[in-house]
């Protein structure tokens, strides 16, 4: 826990270095990010110290990028237990992060949570990045985050976020599209009933 954050927020390699650290990093750091945030005070990924630590990682020169891009968003979480079932009725935890170095938080185009992937108790999460995206859009949410954005401001910012994430999806869907295919190494069931005729 504290110690991991602290070796990654000293020296030159945190706000200097254009880098992501991705992952279960397992804990819940505001309550906006878990369902049930009074019932789980006392439990692992949600005590005041890990989110403490969190709180202090991020602070020296880290981003969340979901937050960052979302906010206010609810009900957005990662991971959901296989009891009671959880994953349907969407009591659940954000606990898988793509964190940027401020650096890197420039070429960051969207983040979303695709909560209808099935096949295990957490969800994929996906990172869009553009190179050639100035991080304006990072840039005024942060700034409408801290309070220095009106709900106009915050508005825009949600449209540009949404504009950006439409543009990224599109060029990741165009680049999967080019590279599916046998001769790929890759095989849907399109182009094997395509192939058998």
């Known amino acids: 826990g504290k110690q991991w954050y602290q070796r990654r927020s000293t020296g030159s390699s945190g706000i200097n270095a254009e880098y992501g650290v991705a992952g279960d990093l397992d804990v819940a750091h505001t309550e906006a990010d878990l369902a049930n945030p009074k019932g789980n005070?006392?439990?692992s990924g949600f005590t005041p110290e890990e989110r403490e630590d969190f709180t202090t990682w991020l602070t020296s020169g880290f981003t969340d990028t979901f937050?960052?891009?979302h906010p206010e968003e609810t009900g957005a979480?990662?991971?959901?237990?296989?009891?009671?079932?959880?994953?349907?009725?969407?009591?659940?935890?954000r606990i898988d992060y793509f964190v940027s170095s401020e650096r890197f938080?420039?070429?960051?185009?969207?983040?979303v949570i695709r909560k209808e992937v099935m096949g295990s108790d957490h969800c994929p999460i996906v990172l869009f990045l553009d190179d050639t995206t100035s991080g304006e859009a990072i840039k005024d949410s942060n700034e409408a985050k801290k309070g220095e954005g009106t709900k106009e401001n915050i508005s825009?910012?949600?449209?540009?976020?949404?504009?950006?994430?439409s543009e990224a999806a599109a060029k990741v869907e165009d680049e999967v599209k080019s590279n599916v295919g046998p001769e790929n190494g890759v095989v849907t069931s399109e182009n094997v009933s395509s192939a058998a005729n």
Request: one cysteine or more.
């Open 67 to 69: 937050r960052c891009l």
């Open 41 to 43: 005070v006392k439990n």
């Open 156 to 165: 825009e910012v949600n449209q540009e976020d949404n504009e950006l994430k």
């Open 105 to 111: 938080v420039r070429k960051i185009a969207g983040n």
């Open 77 to 93: 979480y990662t991971f959901w237990t296989y009891m009671g079932n959880a994953r349907a009725r969407n009591v659940g935890w």
